[in-house]
Nanobody, 120 residues
Framework: VQLQAFGGGLVQAGGSLRLSCAAS????????MGWFRQAPGKQRELVAR???????TYADSAQGRFNISRDMAKNTVTLEMNSLQREDTAVYYC???????????????WGQGTQVTVSS
């Protein structure tokens, strides 16, 4: 299973960006999908997560500004980010909790990371 992230880039404060992450490979199901971010000198933190039932969870910093959605048929999770602030500058990583045929449990797969830079 591989995750490929798309989107990111440079945007001015107050602007918007969209990140997408698609999983490929032999997949039986996906329990949850999410986005994390890591700023320089800081630990990786959860930004938003969505379950297979579509229930989203947001970090306080993302609540009201970001929207996470998923397309289970395409194994894709999308993060729409609005009203971006300089504090949102970080490398963003997607994660998908994958159930693989013939393999017990759930395996977390990570995307390669995509840079988001917000300028003032």
């Amino acid at each position: 299973v591989q995750l490929q992230a798309f989107g990111g880039g440079l945007v001015q404060a107050g602007g918007s960006l969209r990140l997408s992450c698609a999983a490929s490979g032999v997949i039986f199901g996906i329990n949850s999908m999410g986005w994390f971010r890591q700023a320089p000198g800081k630990q990786r933190e959860l930004v938003a997560r969505v379950t297979s039932y579509g229930s989203p969870t947001y970090a306080d910093s993302a609540q009201g500004r970001f929207n996470i959605s998923r397309d289970m048929a395409k194994n894709t999770v999308t993060l729409e980010m609005n009203s971006l602030q300089r504090e949102d500058t970080a490398v963003y990583y997607c994660k998908q909790a994958v159930v693989e045929p013939g393999r017990p449990g759930v395996v977390d797969y990570w995307g390669q990371g995509t840079q988001v830079t917000v300028s003032s």
